[in-house]
């Protein structure tokens, strides 16, 4: 059967020694410790004490798992496009000089402590459909029943979400996107600061100073973007959200301590 299926998953599940060899063989293997042993357990994938646990293997692990991990890769390339072209347009209006309008740490960080940390805690602690209040058979008040929907329902249309041709799409609808991010991310400060933004003593910042507005800005959409895709904000999120926005002000307040950096030229 595997090797007729073309590219579809196979999945074997048994419960005793005689299941062994199919569990092996199957792309996924689910081992039930039963009556006959644990010798099917012992070489499966997965295994469960009951046969009802696949059931929230599949649709409150698997198939959650399957859309967060999609989200943080798409989210993951929009906050990327974002800041790039920003900068690409900069240089653009820059006779293509070449030069960044940001410190070299700024830039190696922008995926380090800017933009990262909320993606990777909202990838492992969002959920479309609440567990606590649903994903329990065992107790009337908190079963699947009470959903106004089947879980079957929506497993299908998660794996719709998840093929290959709809990726493919949000992929370019999402670079789409962030181009025209970047691209009007620099140009409301190329046209709000024109002809430059001028310190208290009158003095004109220089090109550092899209730097600095450009990643701040960057990482603000970025937030408030995941922020709204959010289904699950509760204390923990929340405070995860908090830690990421810190961690970003205090890269930037450790970068203008560095006299050498150009960001204290522009700041200072």
């Not at 908090?242 to 050498?260: A, E, I, N």
Request: glycine residues 8%; proline residues 2%.
């Amino acid at each position: 059967m595997k090797k007729h299926t073309g590219t579809k998953v196979t999945a074997a599940i048994g419960d005793g020694a005689n299941d062994v060899n199919m569990i092996q063989q199957a792309h996924i293997g689910f081992g039930l410790m039963g009556k006959e042993g644990n010798q099917a357990a012992a070489f499966a994938d997965y295994a469960f004490p009951r046969f009802k646990d696949l059931r929230r293997a599949l649709f409150w692990h698997g198939r959650p798992y399957g859309l967060r991990l999609n989200n943080y890769v798409l989210w993951c390339l929009y906050k990327s496009v974002i800041n790039a072209t920003s900068k690409y347009v900069a240089n653009f209006e820059n006779g293509w000089s070449g030069d960044q309008p940001v410190d070299n740490l700024m830039m190696a960080l922008y995926n380090v402590t800017f933009t990262v940390w909320f993606i990777v805690f909202q990838s492992v602690y969002d959920q479309d459909v609440s567990f606590a209040n649903y994903g329990n058979p065992d107790k009337e008040e908190t079963s699947e029943k009470r959903l106004r929907f089947h879980m079957s329902d929506l497993y299908v249309y998660t794996r719709y979400q998840l093929s290959m041709k709809k990726f493919t799409l949000l992929v370019i609808g999402y670079d789409i996107y962030a181009l025209f991010t970047g691209w009007a991310l620099y140009y409301i400060f190329y046209y709000s600061s024109f002809p430059g933004v001028m310190n208290a003593e009158g003095q004109m910042y220089g090109y550092y100073a899209f730097g600095l507005f450009g990643t701040v800005a960057c990482v603000a959409i970025h937030h408030v973007q995941v922020l709204m895709n959010t289904r699950n904000l509760g204390p923990v999120l929340g405070g995860f959200l908090l830690l990421s926005v810190s961690l970003s002000f205090l890269t930037v307040w450790w970068t203008s301590l560095m006299k050498g950096s150009s960001l204290t030229h522009a700041m200072y």
